[in-house]
């Protein structure tokens, strides 16, 4: 997956929290919402409406941190569900330190198979890289 199709995909399922999402597209959105947050930040800068150097953003940061909550919530359930674990497990980042590197870890995990939240989006239903979505009915591949 590319870096636009993960932020359209990701924007576009903003709220939600089922199905599964490949790493490239979590860590794409990852590096888009870093992005967006540092100009946001620069332009809070700019416009001085930083609130005086504070370490809590400025006002268009702050905009852009709750505009980006959700959606990021959302993707880094769907990562989990690739991993073959429950979105609650989102909750051991509360753990400082401990918690944080063993959401990395999992983040960083390949796809599990085929599971509960659905098809490896890697192979897709029909276990073939790249047929991810499956062909249309009457295509002609695969027999249809």
């Given amino acids: 997956m590319d870096f636009m199709t ?3 995909t990701c924007l576009s399922k903003y709220v939600d929290f089922s199905g599964r999402a490949r790493r490239s597209e979590y ?4 590096l888009f919402s870093f992005l967006v947050s ?3 930040s620069i332009i809070d800068a700019v416009l001085g409406t930083d ?3 504070a370490t809590t953003g400025g ?4 905009v852009v ?3 980006f909550f959700l959606p990021s919530l959302a993707v880094a359930v769907r990562r989990l569900h690739d991993t073959d674990r429950s979105g609650w497990w989102i909750l ?3 753990i400082p330190i401990i918690g944080w590197i063993l959401l ?3 983040f960083c995990t390949d796809s599990k198979a085929d599971n509960q939240y659905g098809p490896n989006p890697k192979t897709g239903p029909t276990g073939h890289p790249g047929d991810y979505p499956p062909p249309a009915y009457g295509s002609g591949q695969y027999g249809g």
């Fill in 38 to 40: 540092l100009a946001a």
């Fill in 59 to 62: 006002l268009i940061q702050t």
């Fill in 92 to 94: 051991i980042g509360l």
């Fill in 51 to 53: 609130y005086d150097g």
């Fill in 27 to 30: 860590w794409y959105f990852a």
């Fill in 104 to 106: 990395l870890v999992w």
């Fill in 6 to 8: 993960a932020v359209r």
């Fill in 65 to 67: 941190g709750l505009a």
